[in-house]
C-alpha cells in the first residue's frame, strides 16, 4: 500500500520535486503523477516507514526553497 502527498504546482515545479527526492535518496522509490492542480507523491509503505519518508521529503522540500529564497 502507497501512501500520497499532494503538491501543488504553483509552489513547486516537477524538477525540483525530482532534485529533492535524489537529495532524500528516494529516488525510483516514490511516484510522480499529475493532477489538476499539481502532483500526487506517492510513497511505498510496505515497511511501514511511508510517513517518515514522508516527513523528511517534506523538510527537504521547505529547506531547499528556504535556501533559494535566502541566496
Not at 15 to 43: N, P, R
Not at 59 to 67: C, I
Request: with cysteine; net charge negative; proline share 1%.
Amino acid at each position: 500500500m502507497n501512501k500520497t502527498l499532494e503538491i501543488s504546482a504553483m509552489q513547486y515545479d516537477f524538477h525540483t520535486l525530482l532534485k529533492v527526492s535524489d537529495i532524500c535518496g528516494l529516488t525510483g522509490e516514490i511516484g510522480f503523477h499529475d493532477t489538476d492542480a499539481g502532483y500526487l507523491v506517492s510513497f511505498p509503505d510496505d515497511d511501514g516507514k511511508a510517513d517518515q519518508r514522508m516527513a523528511e521529503y517534506k523538510k527537504r522540500l521547505v529547506d531547499l526553497e528556504n535556501n533559494i529564497w535566502n541566496r
